[in-house]
């Protein structure tokens, strides 16, 4: 994982190095989700395989990461009782109790990966991105930080075909894999109902910071798939081209 170079901090601000690149777009997707596969495993397998998602972990040096469910439970329960989710794809009872099965799983992290936080720079060929951002630092289970980058792709520039997420969830577990051997990869099925969080999570955000589409108006179901697989719309050619 590329950090930017910290020139300079301050009690009100930080001074990061300049670097010349371009924000993700959903062309880039399978190449950092498979970026994001290789950070996620390699964290696991070097210090997260001691970490469990419901506490928070101790990195050392004084640093603690904040577990999984640390605010994030309250927030998406909050949301939803106050109907101010469109069209959620979970009800509450159902939010809660895929949020509390996933503490058995394996451990990796979440710091908020949305298409604004990676740039792109001219060296990144192989997917690496210089990352940016780390306020919002959590454990997570694995797919979490992708589907996050999948969804705000999505209220970004529009619909995603499924085939494309599809690749992009592969290349991600198929990197982290790599990094260590108990980890059997992410299901499509669990990888939406991290969506289905995030939808719950960043609704409140759309109409700013460039979220113009909801997750709940672009969810890759295989019918929505079916019906549009012979007619591309022409939002989805655009950034095939790109």
């Known amino acids: 994982m590329r950090l930017p170079i910290i020139h300079a901090a301050g009690p009100r601000h930080l001074h990061f ?36 998602l419901d506490v928070a972990f101790d990195a050392g040096d004084g640093h603690s990461i904040a577990g999984f469910l640390a605010r994030r439970l309250d927030a998406v329960e909050r949301l939803l009782t106050a109907g101010a989710v469109r069209s959620p794809g979970l009800s509450v009872a159902e939010a809660r109790a895929r949020m509390l099965a996933a503490v058995h799983g394996p451990v990796a992290f979440y710091k908020d990966t949305n298409p604004r936080n990676l740039l792109l720079t001219s060296d990144n060929h192989d997917g690496a991105a210089i ?41 991600y577990n198929l990197a982290s894999a790599r990094a260590h051997h108990d980890l059997g990869g992410v299901s499509f099925s669990d990888f939406l109902t991290w969506a289905e ?13 460039g979220y113009r589409h909801a997750w709940s108006d672009l969810r890759p179901y295989a019918d929505a798939e079916a019906k549009t697989s012979t007619r591309r719309t022409t939002e989805d050619l655009t950034w095939l081209t790109m």
Request: proline fraction near 4%; aromatic fraction near 8%; charge should be negative.
């Open 197 to 209: 969080i995030h939808h719950i999570l960043t609704i409140p955000y759309l109409g700013r910071a």
């Open 17 to 52: 190095e300049y670097a010349d690149g371009s924000h993700v777009t959903p062309a880039d997707l399978v190449a950092v989700a498979a970026h994001l596969g290789e950070v996620h495993g390699s964290t696991y397998h070097r210090q997260l395989l001691r970490a469990r």
């Open 131 to 171: 990352t940016v951002d780390f306020d919002d630092l959590t454990l997570a289970p694995f797919g979490y930080d992708l589907a996050k980058l999948v969804v705000t792709l999505a209220m970004t520039y529009g619909r995603i075909p499924r085939r494309i997420l599809e690749q992009a969830l592969d290349a």
